[in-house]
T-cell receptor
Framework: DTAVSQTPKYLVTQMGNDKSIKCEQN?????MYWYKQDSKKFLKIMFS???????INETVPNRFSPKSPDKAHLNLHINSLELGDSAVYFC????????????FGEGSWLTVV | SQKIEQNSEALNIQEGKTATLTCNYT??????LQWYRQDPGRGPVFLLL?????KEKRKERLKVTFDTTLKQSLFHITASQPADSATYLC????????????FGTGTRLTIIP
């Protein structure tokens, strides 16, 4: 029973297209995240939502729009995809409060051609 | 600017020896430091958390130290096994209250049989 699940796992698309990645967690956590891991394996936070409210937005281009319909779901929509958007996108969740660990999904491999 | 650096991109250790990984940080006042393991094609998985007022934490063959004066954490795997081969990431939670976890660049550890 997967704790943090995201779909699709692999996505190959052309420049200029719009795509979405969906994420769901069944851990009962109130905070969800999107992280981006680039080709150098550097893992960087993009967004954080707490109880459906955006609390962290790390200077991400506004082509990226997260949406949290409820606290168990956080989707990421990307408009006008660019070559530089190719990366692995990880969804994650945690319970709010300091010192809480983050549970990651398996990642979505996005390749823009 | 804030920076989290892990000593080397890759580390090769003979099976049975102790592997020691280093995480150094600058311009942070971390409340907590965490270590994660990431296997190829998977999301990071939490291993250990150490608080700023703790010097050492152990879990089975794993040991983490945290020196806030040196601004450094050491991660040790004793009696290393080939199954310990993975990328290990340190992550800092700032004590400025936004609960944002920022990851280091990672060290790819290979245990040689």
């Amino acid at each position: 029973d997967t704790a943090v699940s995201q779909t699709p796992k692999y996505l190959v698309t052309q420049m200029g297209n719009d795509k979405s990645i969906k994420c769901e967690q069944n851990l009962g956590h109130d905070t969800m995240y999107w992280y981006k891991q680039d080709s150098k394996k550097f893992l960087k936070i993009m967004f954080s939502y707490n109880n459906k409210e955006l609390i962290i937005n790390e200077t991400v281009p506004n082509r990226f729009s997260p949406k949290s319909p409820d606290k168990a779901h956080l989707n990421l929509h990307i408009n006008s995809l660019e070559l530089g958007d190719s990366a692995v996108y990880f969804c994650a969740s945690s319970q709010s409060g300091t010192g809480n660990t983050i549970y990651f999904g398996e990642g979505s491999w996005l390749t823009v051609v | 600017s804030q920076k989290i650096e892990q000593n080397s991109e890759a580390l090769n250790i003979q099976e049975g020896k102790t592997a020691t990984l280093t995480c150094n940080y600058t311009n942070y006042s971390p409340a907590y430091l965490q270590w994660y393991r990431q296997d190829p094609g998977r999301g990071p998985v939490f291993l250990l958390l150490i608080r700023e007022n703790e010097k050492e934490k152990r879990k089975e063959r794993l040991k983490v130290t945290f020196d806030t004066t040196l601004k450094q954490s050491l991660f040790h795997i004793t009696a290393s096994q080939p199954a310990d081969s993975a990328t290990y990431l340190c992550a800092l939670e700032s004590n400025f209250g936004n609960e944002k976890l920022t990851f280091g660049t990672g060290t790819r550890l290979t245990i040689i049989p």
